[in-house]
């Protein structure tokens, strides 16, 4: 008797929910940095940590940011570095390279040498979505003429 295995589908972006993603994005990083248009840094702290959305570069349409997030035990927590490329004209946000891994595929065959997830794209999409939510639910920034600790 002839054993058949099932045929895996083969994985697919999903394009609807990717925009969605990188839409709430752009809207989430402009709700952190309104003034990124005149200004090259923003920094606020969340809990212990200390944030830092810094624009790397402006082009008519686009515009790429650095975002940096250092903690009291770096040691042992480590530091967040992400770049993200803001789309203006499609209201969209995405991230370009995530800690040191550069320039993130769309997909990637599975298994792979490097042994990246199939969807890392949208993985990494996904957790800056959430760390953005993050700091705008919990970021304190201290205004120039104002009350320390006034929230996002």
């Not at 752009?26 to 090259?40: D, I």
Request: glycine fraction near 4%; charge should be positive.
């Amino acid at each position: 008797m002839m054993v058949q295995r099932a045929r895996k589908k083969p994985f697919k972006v999903d394009l609807a929910d990717m925009h969605a993603v990188c839409e709430a994005n752009y809207a989430r990083l402009l709700r952190l940095f309104p003034g990124y248009e005149n200004t090259n840094t923003r920094e606020f702290h969340v809990a212990d940590a200390r944030v830092r959305l810094e624009v790397i570069e402006r082009c008519r349409y686009t515009t790429i940011f650095h975002l940096h997030q250092h903690h009291a035990h770096d040691t042992w927590l480590g530091r967040l570095r992400v770049e993200v490329r803001a789309y203006h004209d499609a209201g969209m946000l995405e991230v370009g390279m995530f800690q040191s891994h550069r320039k993130v595929a769309a997909r990637y065959r599975y298994p792979n040498e490097r042994m990246y997830q199939q969807d890392e794209k949208a993985q990494q999409n996904r957790f800056l979505a959430d760390w953005l939510e993050h700091c705008l639910q919990n970021g304190r920034a201290r205004l120039e003429h104002g009350p320390a600790g006034v929230t996002l």
